[in-house]
């Protein structure tokens, strides 16, 4: 980064002009990877004395971890912000340009979570002469790949245990102690193809997924409504691809679909996910079936680090959306996530932050590291 930031605004501006974006599905840019971000967040944290390793998860991909000096023996807390950004394509703004204008900060990232991660760093900055002397360890981990599996979360949780991790994420600043598992499934269908003029001939593999879209549409997804969390409500599906065929005059030998479904912290993923197969088997025998799961949250609200954050100025609260605040609390590591910004601003076109909004969030996180 060179010469230093100013002020949190200024570092936030200068992470979103790097690009990160997840290499997974469409990025719109040929700027993926985390590797300059990690570098650029690792020499801030070595400005603020922490010693700093960069994790090589994937070729480019590295996890960024800048633990700060303490006496031996601490029980650690760890700040978990994610260093990827999801696609570009179809912004309306320039994705990398961390333009300042109307009390906001505009880019991909500045909501989710360049902002939050931001926050987290300069109120690192700020406290940077106190912190040895804290009660706890104080770990930063930028972790890579939160928008597509997860992977630099489940990297890190191998290598460090903690007592407790603050993830970041944009919540206005509420304490989410609880979340939706997620399960994507891509379903593929195989047929025969022939001339459309003698589709008997054939074996039409749009028919069969339209089978099995019809059994998610009017069977399966009414039947998540029978459970219901307080919090969280109902478990969900949605169907968010379709596509198959080659030409309109072939009768198509092959169809795909991607379905999203989201279950509550008492639903068990495993156990859903042989529900799903065997039902939808029953449509197609022979239908094939790929899975990516994301575990749901939740962590006990009276843990003593969740009425810190209380205290700071958070709510507790559940979430329609998953994070990596539940591979932590999977590996055995308390965790919620916190931050400022809205959700409503992520992934979005015309993404951004208010710079009010970003300077609450460095008052919140340095608040916090000021009761660990």
Known sequence: MMEAPRDVVELLRRLVRIPSVNPAGNPGTDGVGEQRCAEAVGEFLEGCGARVELHA???????????????????????????????VAGM????FGGELSGGKVHGRGASDTKGPMAAMLWALHEMRERLPGLEHEICFAGL??????????????KRFD??????????????????????????????????????GLGENAIYKMADLIRCVRDEIAPGLQADSDPALG?????????????????????????????????????????????????????????????????????????????????KCVGASWFCDAAVFSEAGIPAVAAGPGSIAQAHTPDEWIAVGELERGVDFYRTFLESC
Do not use: Y
């Open 234 to 314: 109902t478990a969900t599906a949605s169907v968010g691809t379709c596509s198959g065929g080659s030409k309109a005059n072939i009768v198509p030998d092959f169809c795909t679909a991607e379905i999203d479904f989201r279950t509550l912290p008492s639903q068990d993923p495993e156990r859903f996910l042989a529900f799903l197969t065997e039902r939808l088997r029953r449509v197609d025998p022979n239908v094939e079936i790929q899975a990516t799961q994301a575990g749901p949250l939740f962590t006990d609200p009276a843990h003593p680090m969740v009425r810190v954050l209380e205290k700071a100025g958070g």
């Open 162 to 199: 903690a007592e407790f991790a603050l993830v970041g994420e944009p919540t206005g600043l509420d304490i989410v102690h609880m979340h939706k598992g997620s399960l994507w499934v891509r379903l593929t269908t195989r047929g025969k193809a022939c001339h459309a003029s003698a589709p």
């Open 92 to 95: 309306t703004i320039d994705p």
């Open 57 to 87: 998860v994937k070729p480019g991909r590295p996890n960024v971890v800048g633990v700060f000096p303490g006496a031996p023996g601490r029980k650690r807390i760890i700040l978990a912000p994610h260093t990827d950004t999801v696609s």
């Open 144 to 157: 890579m790949g939160e928008e597509a599996g997860q992977d630099g979360a489940r990297d890190f949780v």
